[in-house]
């Protein structure tokens, strides 16, 4: 897991420096606390998740072109 990307999309404005992982996080931000390795686990999901979906959109986007018109069908029916 990186913890430097985690930090650097959801914790940006904050004072921090970091290895690769929990323990090597220097939390040096007086207004919030250090966070806990279990949110910066939840934040990591959520980094792979849109980074997955960004993926998906990008490969969509290149394909769908390709794609014929298929709705609707004749009179409201599917034909199998």
Request: glycine residues 2%.
């Amino acid at each position: 897991m990186s913890v430097a990307s985690v930090l650097s999309i959801y914790f940006k404005d904050n004072e921090w420096a970091c290895g690769d992982t929990y323990d090597t996080i220097e939390w040096s931000d007086k207004t919030i606390e250090k966070p806990k390795q279990e949110k910066i686990n939840e934040l990591y999901e959520l980094v792979l998740i849109n980074e997955m979906r960004e993926k998906r959109n990008k490969l969509l986007f290149e394909s769908d072109y390709k794609m014929t018109i298929d709705f609707p069908h004749k009179e409201g029916k599917r034909e199998l």
